[in-house]
């Protein structure tokens, strides 16, 4: 991988990864195009991976640093130990896929572009689907409870396939289960952070366990990491203002003609 295919992928990547397109099938789609080597994706997924995260936490600083204030500084129970509680019962259904099924999941990626392109089209109908039911509602809402949690944690588990938005699939889910669209978007966001750096970490460990290899060079590795940081802070305050406006219809129709093409790229 050269400097400008990681540049390339590491801007696909912030962006994607925020916006309810599906990161990891756009980068399936960037790397079939760019014709990357396999030993180095593994290296630099975990790099991009990391470097979204810290654009998570840039962009959210303020709702993270009052989430750990308020869980550590008292041994009361209260709102902010209430919302991490949430965000960990989201992560149940993710963390079962990751424990007994990791290789299953990843038999998925690399197999060509026709799961992602059906994928994608999921990913259209139920951005579509949730717009339409919010619209119909009004604006009326609630707050993340308990079983949202699961649901839309299960939306995110279900969301390792290659071209199923984990963005896009949870916001989405939220939004049908009837919770306000201001506090969607930014559980989504947050419940994200632990299975993405846990993902980072096993990738990281079977690297340095040897059981796979990769010649990611310094180079394409920090340039991949600072276009992925840096788009993925832009596109985390697009995407939490979109939510707000009620515009995911364009993001539907862009995965429709995406996913179309893809479909069509590998039947044809």
Known sequence: MNWLQALILGIVQGLTEFLPVSSSGHLEIGQALLGTSGDDNLAFAIVVHTATVLSTLVVLWREVAQLF????????????????????????????VGMFFKEEVESFFGNGLLLVGVCLLITAVLLAL???????????????????????????????????SRSGSTIATGLLCGVKKESVAQFSFLMVLVPILGEALLDAIKL??????SDLEILPAVIGFIAAFVTGCLACRFMLEIVRRQRLIWFAIYCTIVGTIAIVATVC
């Open 69 to 96: 204030y308020g869980t550590f500084t008292t041994p009361k129970w209260n709102t902010e130990k209430e919302y991490v509680a949430k965000i960990l019962v989201s992560m149940i259904p993710v963390f079962i």
């Open 130 to 164: 949730s717009e339409w039911l919010q619209k119909k509602r009004q604006g009326a809402g609630h707050e993340v409870g308990y079983k949202d949690a699961i649901i839309i944690g299960i939306a995110q588990a279900c969301a390792v396939l290659p071209g199923l």
């Open 208 to 213: 340095m366990q040897g059981k796979t290899t």
